[in-house]
C-alpha cells in the first residue's frame, strides 16, 4: 500500500486507510529514534530541502532530523525576511529548487494553498509544513498518533480543541484527521475567534469551555498566536487567560485519564498554567517526539521507493 | 499461472529439520551462553520461536527472541514496484556481545541477509552473528552463507520457494512453484 498523492499538503482529501499506514509507519520509525545509532540508510542519496516563510524552530528542525535519521540530505532556505511580491517569489523559489534536484520540498509560508501552488509546479514532492490558517498536517497526524498510542484507538474518541480556532492551521488539520477517524472534535473559544462555518467541516462548537471539557479523552490547547491577533478580537490577554486559560480546575472536568496536548511554543499563563503543561496528564513533550516519527513515516511514504 | 511442482517437506520434515538445527545451534556454541535469536520478518519470526521452544527442551533454558523488520535497509526500494510496509523491529535484549542466530525460511540471493546484518549491527556490535534457515535455494548473488540449514534444493530462477507455516499461511509445508515461460 502507498499513498495516493506525491504530496502532503493538507489531512483534508486523505482517506482512513491512507492515515493508517501513516500511523502504523510512524509506529516502526519510533523505535528508531528510540536507539543509540539513530541512522538508517532508506533516504541515502535523497535531498529534502526545507523552505520556511515563517519562523519555526520545532517543525523545521523535526523535518530535518526525520530527513537526516532516514539518511536523507538537507538543506534550508532561509526565506524568512524576503519581502518579495509572494506568488513570484514562491514561483521563483520553485524554478530553483527544481533547479538543485531536490526530491521533498517542505514549506512553510503565511499564505493559505502555497503549498498547494508549489505542489502543482514542482515534480518534486511537496510536505506542507503550515500555509497560514489553512493546514499543517504533519502536525495533525502527530495529534493523531500521540492519541491513538496512548488510547489504543481514535474511534470514539471525545477530542476538545481550546482556543483560538481562527488563526489555526492545527486545529483544521486537527478536525479533518480526527473526523476522518470517527472521533468527536469540540471547540471552544471566544466567540470572536471561532469561525462561523467551521460547524461544516465536522466539529461541534461548544457555547462555553465546561460543554467542551466535560468528558473529553484528549484536551488540546491551542497557542494564542499573538502575532496574528488583529485588535479587539479579545478585550486582553489577561481576560482571555481567566477565561479560557486551561488549568487544573478546568483540566478536571474532562476525562480522569485524559490527555493534555498543546502544538507548542506554550505560552504558560495565557492558554495553559504551568502546572497542568508540566502535570502527570501532559504528553507535550512526547508530541515532539513524536513529530519526528511521523515525518519520517511521511518521508518514507511519499520517496522511499515503489514505483510511482 | 503459477503452479506447484513438487513438495519439498511436510510438516514432519519441516519439524524435524527445525529440531536437528536446535540441536547443532547448541552443539557449535557449546550451551546457550549468550545466545539469542532474531527472526527476520515474516516467516523467520516463527521459525525463531519454534527454534526456541526446541533448544528450551534441550537445554532447559530460555534463550531471548527478537524480531528483525529489514525494510529500511532493503537495497531494492527505488525499483520495487509496490512500496513495502515498514514494521517495528523487536529486539528487548542488548545484541551487544552476544552471539545472534538470525532466522529465515529461504536463502536465495543472500540480499535480505546482507540487510539484515546491516539492521542488526546498528542496534549494537553482537559478538557473532550467525544464520539459520530452513531452506537454501542457492544463485547467491553475494558471498554470503548459512550456518544452519534444513534443506538444500537446488532450483530454477524461474522456480519459487514456498513455505507455509502454520502460524501465518494455516497450513505446515514447503513447495517449489512454478511459472511457465
Redesign the interface.
Known amino acids: 500500500m502507498k499513498l495516493r498523492g506525491k504530496d502532503m499538503v493538507g489531512l483534508r482529501h486523505i482517506t482512513a486507510q491512507e492515515i493508517e499506514l501513516i500511523l502504523n509507519t510512524a509506529e516502526a520509525m519510533k523505535g528508531i529514534i528510540n536507539r543509540q545509532i539513530k541512522k538508517v540508510p532508506t533516504l541515502r542519496g535523497r535531498t529534502v530541502i526545507t523552505v520556511f516563510y515563517e519562523a519555526s524552530t520545532r517543525t523545521r528542525t523535526s523535518f530535518e532530523l526525520a530527513a537526516k535519521y532516514l539518511s536523507a540530505d538537507t538543506v534550508g532556505i532561509a526565506a524568512a525576511t524576503s519581502s518579495v511580491s509572494k506568488g513570484e517569489s514562491l514561483k521563483d523559489t520553485a524554478r530553483n529548487i527544481a533547479a538543485m534536484g531536490a526530491d521533498v520540498v517542505v514549506l512553510r509560508h503565511p499564505m493559505a494553498g502555497a503549498a498547494e501552488l508549489l505542489a502543482s509546479t514542482l515534480q518534486a514532492s511537496v510536505i506542507n509544513a503550515g500555509d497560514g490558517a489553512h493546514e499543517h498536517p504533519s502536525q495533525g497526524l502527530l495529534d493523531l498518533f500521540t492519541a491513538r498510542e496512548k488510547k489504543g484507538r481514535l474511534e470514539g474518541l471525545k477530542v476538545a480543541i481550546i482556543g483560538d480556532i481562527m488563526h489555526s492551521r492545527v486545529a483544521r488539520s486537527d478536525i479533518w484527521g480526527y473526523t476522518r477517524m470517527g472521533a468527536e472534535v469540540r471547540l471552544a473559544g471566544p466567540s470572536t475567534l471561532i469561525p462561523r462555518d467551521i460547524e461544516k467541516m465536522g466539529a461541534i462548537v461548544c457555547e462555553n469551555i465546561e460543554d467542551a471539557l466535560a468528558g473529553a479523552d484528549v484536551v488540546n490547547v491551542l497557542r494564542i498566536q499573538t502575532e496574528r491577533q488583529q485588535q479587539g478580537l479579545f478585550p486582553s490577554l489577561r481576560e482571555y487567560s481567566r477565561m479560557f486559560c486551561i488549568n487544573r480546575e478546568r483540566l478536571g472536568l474532562a476525562a480522569p485519564d485524559a490527555l493534555l496536548m498543546h502544538p507548542g511554543p506554550m505560552n504558560r499563563g495565557i492558554e495553559i498554567s504551568p502546572d497542568v503543561a508540566d502535570g502527570l496528564q501532559s504528553v507535550i513533550t512526547e508530541q515532539v517526539t513524536n513529530g519526528v516519527a511521523v515525518r519520517m513515516a511521511l518521508l518514507y511514504l511519499l520517496i522511499g521507493g515503489g514505483a510511482r | 499461472m503459477i503452479k506447484e511442482k513438487a513438495q519439498i517437506l511436510d510438516q514432519e520434515g519441516i519439524r524435524r529439520s527445525l529440531t536437528r538445527i536446535a540441536h547443532e545451534i547448541i552443539e557449535r556454541n557449546k550451551g546457550t551462553d549468550g545466545l539469542a535469536l532474531v527472526g527476520i520478518r515474516r516467516r523467520g519470526v516463527p521459525l525463531a520461536g519454534r527454534l526456541a521452544e526446541r533448544i528450551m527442551d534441550i537445554e532447559g533454558h530460555r534463550v531471548p527472541v527478537g524480531i528483525l523488520?529489514i525494510t529500511?535497509?532493503?537495497d531494492d526500494?527505488?525499483?520495487?514496484?509496490?512500496?513495502?510496509?515498514?514494521?517495528?523491529?523487536?529486539i528487548s535484549f542488548q545484541v551487544e556481545g552476544k552471539i545472534v542466530v538470525l532466522v529465515d525460511d529461504v536463502i536465495y540471493t543472500g540480499r535480505t541477509i546482507r540487510a539484515a546484518l546491516?539492521?542488526l549491527i546498528?542496534?549494537?556490535r553482537p559478538k557473532a552473528i550467525q544464520l539459520a534457515v530452513l531452506i537454501d535455494r542457492g544463485h547467491r548473488e553475494l558471498p554470503i552463507r548459512a550456518d544452519y540449514i534444513g534443506k538444500n534444493v537446488p532450483t530454477a530462477k524461474k522456480e519459487e520457494i514456498s513455505v507455509r507455516l502454520q502460524e501465518i499461511d494455516g497450513e505446515e509445508r514447503v513447495v517449489i512453484l512454478e511459472t511457465p515461460d
Open positions: 523488520d529500511l535497509y532493503r526500494l527505488t525499483t520495487l514496484a509496490h512500496q513495502p510496509l515498514v514494521r517495528s523491529t523487536e546491516g539492521a546498528d542496534l549494537g
